[in-house]
């Protein structure tokens, strides 16, 4: 016998009493949505995170109250609908959508506090018709070994910078394996135009050198994650007053109130 489909997550009931999406609305959406961090492998994923999470919004603001009814909404939406979320092409005319399995196990490993804030912060930008366009660029920088590509009998090891929104990639580097992509962070940000954007990296590249260089030389600013590896920050992030920081604000980088907050 399947098991009930559960309730939707708090984050997504906050959409519950607002009006549903309107056809200009996705991209905005998208915008803020991509700035989640995907807690995920990277190997096995079929579906993109901003695309889930977008699907599982929309649905929630049209009425969805369970799982299973985000992934029916989900299942009946048109295509047209369904690749202006962010669903992956299947075949040339069509954009497949995530099971509710899918679904479920996405959500599940989110940081249900990250996407509360970045939801709320996209609710209140809507609800500002005075200030239609407060969209922010944000951008990626991550590394992919490429499977069977070799040179001089290694293995490629790529470091690229790409648009959040559009997966548009600005800028990519070959480097020494995972171990040459913090050296190669600058390099590769150096000719590209980040005034204003906000810049995404994982935990590898959560360091002050870093964040120097983005916040200073690129007018940049910065979402980086904080592991146990770096017991001292990662302590000084959790005694900063998070209860005093506005609902709105709380999807801003801990680890850059860390940073700036040290003597």
């Known amino acids: ?9 708090s984050a997504l009931a906050q959409l519950a009493h607002h009006a549903p999406l309107g056809d200009a609305e996705a991209g905005h959406l998208l915008d803020y949505l991509a700035t989640i961090p995907d807690p995920r492998a990277a190997s096995g994923q079929r579906h993109p995170l901003v695309a889930i999470l977008a699907l599982a919004a929309a649905s929630v603001l049209t009425g969805a109250r ?4 985000i992934a029916e909404w989900a299942a009946d939406a048109p295509q047209a609908v369904r690749a ?7 075949t040339p005319e069509s954009w497949a959508v995530p099971s509710e399995a899918t679904i479920r196990r996405t959500l599940a490993r989110l940081d249900a506090e990250v996407l509360a804030g970045v939801l709320g912060a996209w609710l209140a930008d809507r609800d500002r018709p005075d200030q239609p366009d407060r969209r922010r660029r944000a951008v990626a920088v991550d590394g992919k070994t490429l499977r ?11 470091l ?8 548009r990639v600005l800028a990519q580097r070959e480097v020494d394996g995972a171990g040459g992509e913090v050296p190669g962070l600058k390099p590769l940000l150096e000719p590209v135009d980040l005034a204003g954007s906000v810049v995404t990296c994982d935990a590898l590249q959560t360091h002050a050198e870093a964040a120097m260089f983005l ?16 017991p001292t920050l990662l302590e000084r992030c959790a005694r900063l007053a998070w209860h005093n ?3 709105l604000d709380r999807i801003r980088d801990r680890a850059t109130a860390a940073w700036r907050s040290a003597p």
């Open 148 to 158: 069977g590509a070799k040179r001089d009998g290694r293995q490629v090891h790529l």
């Open 245 to 247: 920081v506005p609902e």
């Open 215 to 230: 916040v200073n030389v690129k007018q940049a600013d910065y979402l980086f994650v904080v592991k146990a590896n770096q």
């Open 160 to 167: 690229a910078v790409m648009e959040h929104a559009t997966r």
């Open 84 to 90: 202006a979320l962010g669903a992956r092409r299947g």
């Open 1 to 9: 016998m399947p098991a009930p489909s559960s309730a939707i997550p």
């Open 66 to 69: 369970s799982l299973a009814a």
